[in-house]
């Protein structure tokens, strides 16, 4: 932002991991809600981590132990690298591998609690399924 916030990527939302505590921008700081980051945000409360929901500053962006975006498109995406500098030890942290397979799970079908976050789509008819002779 102006002010010197991050609020998120292009059509990704931001998260961060500070000793232990994930913290994401508020909504009010122009982020995109969504599917995606709402799930994330379950995520983190059913693992019973810290949450908080807040503006966030650029620098804290720069020392964070682990960062991450998601979306539709990245999913949950590690952040290893911002303008050149390395977030936490440059690889995936444990939170964010956590919360990435825990993710990959939703939206596989594998976590029945979460069938709600699901839309069944039907099985492609065979034969002449797109309209082609």
Known sequence: T?????AEASSSNLFLVMDGTVVTPQAS??????ITRDCVLQLVRQQGWPLEVRRVDR????SANEAFLSGTGVQLAPIIEVDGRTIGNGEIG??????????L???????????????????????????RN
């Not at 700081?29 to 969504?34: F, M, N, Q």
Request: hydrophobic share 40%; net charge negative; aromatic share 4%.
């Open 2 to 6: 102006g002010d010197g916030h991050v």
């Open 29 to 34: 700081d122009d982020v995109l809600v969504g």
């Open 59 to 62: 620098s804290e962006l720069l």
């Open 94 to 103: 444990p939170m964010t591998e956590q919360l990435q397979r825990s993710y």
């Open 105 to 131: 799970q939703v939206v596989r079908g594998e976590v029945e609690e979460m069938a709600a976050w699901r839309t069944p789509v039907p099985a492609a008819v065979s034969g002449n399924a797109a309209g």
